[in-house]
T-cell receptor
Framework: QKEVEQDPGPLSVPEGAIVSLNCTYS??????FMWYRQYSRKGPELLMY????GNKEDGRFTAQVDKSSKYISLFIRDSQPSDSATYLC?????????????FGSGTQLTVLP | DTGVSQDPRHKITKRGQNVTFRCDPI?????LYWYRQTLGQGPEFLTY????????KSRLLSDRFSAERPKGSFSTLEIQRTEQGDSAMYLC??????????????FGPGTRLTVL
């Protein structure tokens, strides 16, 4: 079992829809949680990070973490065609020697105009 | 701030050849990471440096792989005797390290390796 499991998609929605992207993780020791966006053949671009349970908003994006159920979500409001990309969730530690991120496999999103 | 840069962006090589990739991190970032990403998968950690010290290596980093960061600035990743299974996107990331609560990693554009 992978440490971070992500809904594989692909996901196709009409412009303006609310998008929900989801991940679960198995290691309760993970301390922070990130969402990256990756356009085709490009490097991942950081969207949001959070380290506590609850919601964090940034414009049209909301990251939600539930540590008790080990569940991570990203919501995109008023989705736009420019949001079409692969979305990667990632978890990590900010203490100790293991600093690498553990990624989900990504969800490919297409927003149709 | 010019971001993380990687060179080359694409590399095609024949099986058995050696290849070397370069990563230039964001200026003054003291942590540098290498990841590998295959099609349809998320990035997988290979190794990371704090300044010039290589602090951790994944079991994915076989003996054919070696990484260096000689002066704590740019880094190189070398693959010897390449195999077709090495075909992937090699991503570099950097972060500003100790004292930062999230150690946020910023990624470069990647080097896409194709082994024929």
């Amino acid at each position: 079992q992978k440490e971070v499991e992500q809904d594989p998609g692909p996901l196709s929605v009409p412009e303006g829809a609310i998008v929900s992207l989801n991940c679960t993780y198995s290691n309760s020791a993970f301390q922070y949680f990130m969402w990256y966006r990756q356009y085709s053949r490009k490097g991942p671009e950081l969207l949001m990070y959070t380290y506590s349970s609850g919601n964090k908003e940034d414009g049209r994006f909301t990251a939600q973490v539930d540590k008790s159920s080990k569940y991570i979500s990203l919501f995109i409001r008023d989705s736009q065609p420019s949001d079409s990309a692969t979305y990667l969730c990632a978890t990590g530690f900010f203490s100790g020697s293991a600093r690498q991120l553990t990624f989900g496999s990504g969800t490919q999103l297409t927003v149709l105009p | 701030d010019t971001g993380v840069s990687q060179d080359p962006r694409h590399k095609i090589t024949k099986r058995g050849q050696n290849v070397t990739f370069r990563c230039d991190p964001i200026s003054e970032h003291n942590r540098l990471y290498w990841y590998r990403q295959t099609l349809g998968q998320g990035p997988e950690f290979l190794t990371y440096f704090q300044n010039e010290a290589q602090l951790e290596k994944s079991r994915l980093l076989s003996d054919r792989f070696s990484a260096e960061r000689p002066k704590g600035s740019f880094s190189t990743l070398e693959i010897q005797r390449t195999e077709q299974g090495d075909s992937a996107m090699y991503l570099c990331a950097s972060s500003d390290g100790p004292g930062q609560s999230t150690d946020t990693q910023y990624f470069g554009p990647g080097t896409r390796l194709t082994v024929l």
